[in-house]
């Protein structure tokens, strides 16, 4: 089985920094793709920021904010929030496509989130 955890949410001021962490364990033989979304209450859950075989893609609303990295050694994948805006607050998850040991199939992963929250 294959499992995504998430870390590193919490209370931030505006204008603050925060880093999520988000690292999948089990029987993996390759990680394709990672991706970080939220959740707003209310709203659906959008795409936050993307890392795809040579390239990273954010969302529109990111504005050079935030920093998405991968390491493919120890299967973790970082965001780092800088700026943060009230707007900000949500629950964050993290995502990855994976094909597990002895499998052909691509499958998503996601993890359980994690709440960040953006107030004075």
């Known amino acids: 089985q294959v499992q995504l955890v998430e870390s590193g949410g919490g209370l931030v001021q505006p204008g603050g920094s925060l880093t999520l962490s988000c690292v999948a364990s089990?029987?993996?033989?390759?990680?394709?793709?990672w991706g970080w979304y939220r959740r707003v209450p209310g709203k659906q859950r959008e795409l936050v920021a993307t890392i795809v075989p040579g390239d990273t893609i954010y969302a529109d609303f990111v504005q050079g904010r935030f920093s998405m990295t991968r390491d493919n050694f120890k299967n973790t994948a970082d965001l780092q929030m800088n700026s943060l805006k009230a707007e900000d607050t949500a629950v964050y998850y993290c995502?990855?496509?994976?094909?597990?040991?002895?499998?052909?199939?691509?499958?998503?992963?996601w993890g359980q989130g994690t709440q960040v929250t953006v107030s004075s």
């Open positions: 089990g029987k993996i033989y390759n990680i394709r793709n």
């Open positions: 995502s990855a496509d994976i094909i597990r040991s002895g499998s052909l199939d691509l499958n998503t992963y």
